[in-house]
């Protein structure tokens, strides 16, 4: 775990010489910058990325993006601007509680080559671990702090709440936004430092693999594993072109989004009839949208009942129940406990029986049960087997009832399924009679302009043809390298001469099997942990409008194509961009990085520039509770307008607040004048209902 303690920025844009302290003691976590728009929030929160990743961390590549003060005097420099950045911080073994504390500092300069054109140096980082002693310096600075907190977690931790919304709003087309949410997703998760050892571990199977074709040049080994060794070669180059399909599919969206707003800005001008048609089309393209999306979703379900252990008992319910008689003769014989050993463990630990009786150490329940754990651990293995088989056959038998309602929902979601796909039919047949119309128009731009939307279309379609194609091809080729490996390793084992190749690639496969397993194991149950915690998340902060919302918003759910999908009545889905407030937007956005990063396990500061942004009321109070609440150490930059109405919730959990102020808002903005003349952001130690000479408004805010 690491904790901001401090920060001190020297020239740093407009932080000239400015110092804050952070709090991090619990209850009292949250730290509140109080501030207006333009006084340096976001140069805040940049200045801080900086210090800890560089200039990587950067909105926009050195020179392009300037670090010193705009306003700089002769007095203050003389051809060079010193930059610094420092931030005290902390790590605490969450195991032994031992705290480390320590002095980041990062430097750079601008040198002035001519008048108005500035030169950037290189920058340079060093790490002080702080001791009672004094301090000794980190030799490998940058890669301790990429241990402690990895570049790729930028953006989950300090994060923009306008920039944050692009997860759920259609900034670009659906595909972008997946790709944004996906990014977020295998960030925090360390699905590429996963990829990455699987491809090392890869390697290193085919160098074994290579060399037994060597060695056995001419057999049927040798045949094998050249094979082997073209499909792997085959996938990596189809998965490569499938990537930059897929970036091509994502830049055509884009270009289609524009090119259909240009070509409905055309329409709309026109007035009238054309007006009418625009609107038309609109309504049509967004209806013909969520009704693909609610299809998905029916889809998924229609899938889950013909995946669920349900069907298994629907079809051979009476076999189970057969062997569930024969299982608990078994049980009533004493063969097997009736009772799971992970059962009675649980009840010893808690100290509390199922029917509410101790069973602390020296009660006769603590003996019974410890009794039963005796037995079960003197089971052989078919018996443990039985016991297992029993305890499950109790909890899934069904009769003919269950079968019934089994089949009445498969039923039920089919007809559901094939509703939505008539409706999409009909929603497309519209679509395409109110472009046949829009093309009937004989007018130049008109024409122009649904060329283009018809030229991009026609590349998606062929990009959406091309991928699937692909897809498919990949499939295909896994399935003959899973073939040809097995075929391989038999002969493999047959020969003795090569038993050391073989182990070391059975070696390098289990390897592999554990890595596949645990991104298989990410990309599956994690993400299912993180749909379910997002949701939980966001009706927590959204329950106060529950009612008024009239039971609008069913959940939320993050799907396996890295969809955040939002569902109402009748599982039907709704368009954050169209169906949700700009609160609830905010809510679903923070509930989507929280969840993220409570399933990850990472414990980190959360930085969030203007997180309140468009909400109001109890959302906004739910909200700020939530984080306050579930975050190690919280630190907001929050407006006059956020804060206000959540001010007894910032008593409970702010322990510093301080407030920014920017001496060019004098008399506009600020009451007082400054004491200073140049451009630069003040600060001042009052807190979130408190005012002093230096940060009072010129009028009520």
Known sequence: MIQLRSATFKNFRSLRDVSIDFAYEKPKVLTVIRAENAVGKTTLLTALTWALFGDAALPKRRPEYRLHPLHLSA??????????????????????????????????????VEEGTWQPQPSSLVVLRLTSKGSREIENPTAMIDTLMPMSLKDVFFIDGDRA??????????????????????????????????????????????AVKREAQGSNLASLAEKEEQL?????????RLTSLTDDLTATDGRLTRAREAREKILLEGGGDRQQLAKALRKAEDDLSNERKNSESLVKALRSYLNSSSLTFALAGSAIETAA???????????????LPEIVQERIERGVCICGASVT??????????????????????????????????????????????????KESERSLQSSL???????????????????IPEKDIEAADRLVRSEEGEQTRLNSEIGKLRGRIEVFRQQLDDVAKSRSKELNRESKFIRRAAEETAANDLLGVIKGTIAALQGETLVEVSQKMNEIFMQMIVAEIDSLRGAIRSVELTASYDIVVHGPGN??????????????????????????????????????????????????AILRYAAENSPQLILFLTHD????????????????????????????????????ISETLVCRCDHRSWCQLCELAKAN
Do not use: Y
């Open 75 to 112: 007095e203050e420099v003389v051809g060079r601007c010193e930059i610094a950045v420092e931030v005290k911080f902390a790590t605490i073994d969450e195991e032994t509680g031992e705290v480390a504390e320590f002095n980041l500092i990062r430097t750079t300069a601008d040198v002035l």
């Open 165 to 210: 919304l692009a997860f759920i709003e259609s900034i670009g087309e659906r595909t972008a936004k997946r790709k944004r949410v996906e990014d977020a997703v295998r960030q925090l998760l360390g699905l590429d430092l996963l990829e990455g050892a699987q491809k090392h571990v890869d390697e290193a199977r085919l160098e074994a693999m290579r």
């Open 232 to 240: 792997t070669a085959d996938i990596a180059t189809e998965t490569e």
């Open 325 to 339: 008689s024969v299982l608990r003769d078994l049980e009533d014989q004493k063969v097997i406990p009736n009772t």
């Open 361 to 410: 150490p020296g009660t006769p329940g603590h003996e019974v049960l410890c009794g039963l754990l005796n037995d079960a651990s003197k089971l052989g293995k078919h018996n443990e087997i039985l016991m297992h088989l029993n305890a499950a056959a109790n909890r899934r038998v069904l009769g003919l009832d269950g079968k019934t309602n089994w089949v009445n929902a498969m």
């Open 422 to 440: 008539g409706t999409i039919r009909t929603l497309e047949d519209r679509v395409g009679e109110l472009e046949a119309q829009i093309r009937g």
């Open 572 to 621: 039907s889905s709704l368009d954050p961009d169209i169906d949700l407030s700009g609160a609830q937007r905010r809510a679903l956005t923070l509930a989507f990085i929280l969840s993220l990063i409570s399933v990850s396990g990472v414990k980190a500061p959360n930085v969030v520039d203007t997180p309140l942004g468009m909400t109001s009321g109890a959302v906004k109070r």
């Open 642 to 677: 956020e804060i206000r109405g959540i001010e007894e919730v910032l008593d409970e959990f702010v322990g510093v607040s301080v407030t920014f102020t920017h001496s060019d808002h004098f008399p506009l903005k600020i009451k007082n004048k400054p004491p200073t003349d």
